[in-house]
């Protein structure tokens, strides 16, 4: 529907979040993994709590892929095509200059709908219109997809043309969030409109810094190699002799590239990791930049199962708009909590039934891994001893282990991944030891998998996992974990209570002797004790469901990242936007008028 329709309030919102994938819903396939996850999830809450905040990111009208995998575990992908034309049009077509010629950029709006009924609207920008370029209008095709121009050329939509949409509908923000560095060439849209029409080689310092003021960044990647970088050919062809000539004047480059982390770095007042652990790691890669921490977590009231759901609306009436009280899930009978989690399971067993004619059963131990398919995910470190596995199988009465992931098309390393798993299964399965590759992991099935196994298992390479949200999903669902004590499980793990700690060990033979330890001589004897395992299920919900979610991550941006403490607020009073109203019992926004101004 090729209609405009206002988008609500959007010239009050405050915050302006930007993040290159978003997952909206599950029939929309513009997200891959986690990065979109949280961005989605951060909404949801947002549209829960009444934030006044809007979003922008890329339509990616063929998606990400889905994935197919032969009998023998090679994967294949194919496009997941969408109409974004399904949605109402933001009703304005603004212009940006890149690769030294005009591209067009329109949006689709999407509104999430929190449970009060507050919407944020999420822009989705789109260069497929008539006038483009033929290349140009594919650029907001394919998520992560074309070589390192195409994706340059992506972040300079992103960037450049979400500020370019954002000023044409008469919304100017008091705080630009960067969700990674993809969208860090938004600064420069900042930098250009605070000076008003004269060139970007007469920025001063305080100039720079007065685009800082409105821009915080969140930083997800704990290696040096999975930040975006470019060539400086690349830089000038695309945006041109004046802004790369900014950019190399604000030392934005970085070992001789251009470095999207570095630029959100330097026009940043507020950068955070996104677990503790994670902010001392980037603390260390980018020593000369302050790097705080916040915690990732995840929407309650969509990772929950349905039967949760009924239970905790029945016992928590409150739990949807404050996430706290399922702390108070220590008042409901653990038999309730260990039946919610039986229905999950059998659901589980029902859809894997149905899509492959594998059949599980739902007396049996079943472990869970599911993630991206990278080789430091090491997802056959659980397979790396097989005999010592169906040794454990055959003592302790079964075991059902269900694994899933996509690799990335271009990751041929990750393919090898999945192959070897699709290998050990078929050395391993037998009546004691079943064990399973899901096809095309998604947001449905990542649901169904939290939801429904008994332990969620997972074994990075330390410190390589930034935070990790999987985890806390299933935490949601009194599913404990079994994890290296790196991301967020370092905060998450009690041990014994809400799961179990690997040993972090400098062979992958001693950890996953740990490993096998753990399975053998602690989780497979509590899960023969009902009552036992029950009580687990009710601490995994009570303190880290409880905390480990997007209502608490984001009051944490507002006190510290969006408006912390003591900082007058940027907008004038005419604009009256919606305002952080900071109660201790109430993490909600509220209205009222704030003094100062906002970059232009």
Known sequence: MDFATPAPELPKRTIAYFSMEIALSPDIPTYSGGLGMLAGDTLRSAADT???????????????????????????????????????????????TMQNRQVLVRAWRYDVVGVTGHVIPVLMLDTDIEGNDPWDRRLTDHLYGGDSYYRLCQETVLGLGGIALLNALGCKPEVYHMNEGHAALLALGLLEGHLGGAPLSSATDADIEAVRQHCVFTTHTPVPAGHDQFGVDQMYQVLGHERATAIERADCLHNGLMNMTYIALRFSRYVNGVAMQHGKVSQKMFPGYKISAITNGVHAGTWTSHHFQELFDAELPNWRTDNQYLRAVYGIDPAQISACHIKGKQRLFDVVARRTGHYFNPSVLTLGFARRAATYKRASLLLSDPARLVAIAEKIGGLQILFAGKAHPADNAGK?????????????????????????????????????????????????????????????????????????????????????????????????????????RSIAPLYASPGGWARMQQHCIAINGAYFNTHRMLAQYRYNSYFPAGQIPLTSVADAPLRLHRRATDVHFAEEPVLSRAVN
Not at 473 to 489: C, E, Q, R, T
């Open 50 to 96: 009444c934030a006044p905040m809007a979003a922008i990111t890329l339509a990616h009208r063929r998606g990400y892929f889905r994935q197919h995998l032969s009998d023998m575990g090679q994967q294949t992908e194919s496009e997941v095509p969408w109409s974004p034309e399904s949605l109402p049009s933001a009703g304005e077509i603004v212009a940006i």
């Open 416 to 520: 090898g991944l999945i192959r070897e798993v699709y290998a050990a299964a078929e050395r391993l399965n037998s009546r004691s030891l079943r064990i399973h590759y899901l096809e095309n992991y998604d947001w449905e099935l990542g649901a169904l998998l939290t939801q429904g196994v008994d332990v969620w298992v997972n074994t990075p390479r330390r410190p390589y996992e930034a935070s990790g949200t999987s985890g806390m999903k299933a935490a949601l669902n009194g599913v404990p974990s079994l994890s290296i004590l790196d991301g967020w499980w370092i905060e998450g793990c009690a041990e014994g209570v809400t799961g179990w700690a690997i040993d972090d060990a400098e062979s992958e033979e001693v950890e996953a002797a740990c490993l096998y330890d753990k399975l053998e």
